[in-house]
């Protein structure tokens, strides 16, 4: 069964914190992605890879990072942890191509900032 | 004007309706479209892609109308189970940070 796996479920920080969220996914896909989901704003795209060691910044890139050493690891990291920060955030990843749109999500990571 | 736009909804329908969402987009660049579900605190899943002709899978039917620029989701005999929230995405250009969510369409089936 492909899988996409996040390896927190639930995390609670400190303002100020460096927060690293790991993603991994086992389908030999291309494109990996970070988003957040908040009641109301729906799904917004943090930041994209398309390859190893590329990234694309998103629609709310500010007070993230992220990295992609190897082609199933992709991990978004929150230099200093903000209260507007607390969210639920989704990995996610894809083929390349006409299928970039066919995404497979992790079951999310729910970060409370405090 | 919001990208990707939906009916939040709730719909609520009877076991055994039929029931259809729109999903309009503005960018007539888009390319590609898909329809996804989420359950509730759960991550989104693909429930199906779009295609130009038209698509069913099961009781699933997604229409694409280029000219007015919208999709819509057709679901037959709805279910108990079919209770979700219902995502559209639409692609513009192929590139993966061209990929826009809609809001979501809250749908409840009541027995």
């Known amino acids: 069964d492909v899988k996409v796996t996040q390896s927190s479920r639930y995390l609670v920080k400190r303002t100020g914190e460096k927060v690293f969220l790991e993603c991994v996914q086992d389908?030999?896909?291309?494109?990996m992605f970070w988003y957040r989901q908040d009641p109301g704003l729906g799904l917004r795209l943090i930041y994209f890879s398309y390859d190893v060691k590329m990234k694309e910044k998103g629609d709310i890139p500010e007070g993230y990072s992220v990295s992609r050493e190897k082609k199933e690891r992709f991990s978004l990291i929150l230099e200093s942890a903000s209260t507007n920060q607390t969210s639920m955030y989704l990995c996610?990843?894809?083929?390349?191509?006409?299928?970039?749109?066919?995404?497979?999500f992790g079951e999310g990571s729910r970060l409370t900032v405090l | 004007r919001k990208e990707v736009e939906q009916d939040p909804g709730p719909f609520n329908v009877p076991e055994g309706a039929t029931v259809a969402f729109n999903c309009t987009y503005s960018n007539s660049a888009s390319q590609s479209f898909f329809w996804y579900r989420q359950d509730c605190r759960k991550e989104p899943k693909l429930l199906m892609s779009?295609?130009?002709s038209g698509n069913e899978d099961g009781r699933f039917t997604a229409q694409l109308n280029r000219a007015s620029q919208y999709i819509s989701l057709l679901i037959r005999d709805s279910k108990l189970s079919d209770s979700a929230t219902y995502l559209c995405v639409v692609n513009a250009e192929g590139a993966g940070n061209m990929l826009t969510f809609g809001g979501g369409t809250r749908l409840m089936v009541k027995p």
């Open positions: 779009v295609y130009s």
């Open positions: 389908m030999d896909h291309e494109n």
């Open positions: 996610a990843s894809s083929r390349r191509g006409k299928r970039i749109g066919e995404l497979f």
